[in-house]
């Protein structure tokens, strides 16, 4: 057995990552899911014009997000 091999994985077989636990496609893709949601309600709102100004934005930045952070290590 090679002793390199049975350090890089976890006790299921499956690959260790040396992602920070953060970054990770889960955390990474509701975060993203978020700022898309926020960006709508901000868009729908009918109080504040500021808010409707950022809308188009903040709905761009949560899906450029999540278009990368699909490719994210699980």
Do not use: C
């Amino acid at each position: 057995m090679n002793l390199h091999a049975s350090h890089s994985r976890q006790s299921d077989g499956a690959p260790r990552s040396r992602w920070p636990k953060l970054l990770r496609r889960g955390p990474m893709e509701t975060l993203a899911t978020v700022l898309i949601a926020a960006g709508v309600l901000m868009l729908l709102q009918p109080f504040s014009l500021t808010l409707y100004g950022y809308s188009f934005v903040t709905t761009l930045i949560g899906v450029v997000m999540f278009t990368f952070v699909t490719k994210f290590p699980e």
